[in-house]
């Protein structure tokens, strides 16, 4: 069983970067399909990107394309997102989830297992 634990998260100026990492415990890490997800205060999780076990394949959410970069450490057992140009907008608790198996998948209920989550605040 791999168990998922945030870092990174903080209050940053709009326009700065952020790094979030998301530290595996398990043996199992690289057999998982490995995402990003945000949850803005009154509204409901949504889906921000996702690298598949063998980083071969990236998605992104359109509201982060082109200014978020997720990947992966498999020797490390810890997945990344590198965040710039950040937007108010961003501001949300960040969760990274894990999905058996090779495919990728955007939508929330088919993942297994959750990180606690770590906040990120942008400030205008």
């Known amino acids: 069983q791999v168990q998922l634990v945030e870092s990174g998260g903080g209050l940053v100026q709009a326009g700065g970067p952020l790094r979030l990492s998301c530290a595996a415990s398990g043996r199992a890490f690289s057999r998982y399909t490995m995402s990003w997800f945000r949850q803005a205060p009154g509204k409901e999780r949504e889906f921000v990107a996702t690298?598949?076990?063998?980083?071969?394949?990236?998605y992104y959410a359109d509201s982060v394309k082109g200014r978020f970069t997720i990947s992966r450490d498999n020797a490390k057992n810890t997945l990344y997102l590198q965040m710039n140009s950040l937007k108010p907008e961003d501001t949300a608790v960040y969760y990274c989830?894990?999905?058996?198996?090779?495919?990728?998948?955007?939508?929330?209920?088919?993942?297994?297992?959750w990180g606690q989550g770590t906040q990120v605040t942008v400030s205008s």
């Open positions: 989830a894990a999905v058996s198996g090779p495919l990728m998948t955007t939508s929330s209920r088919l993942y297994e297992l």
């Open positions: 690298v598949t076990w063998r980083r071969d394949g990236t």
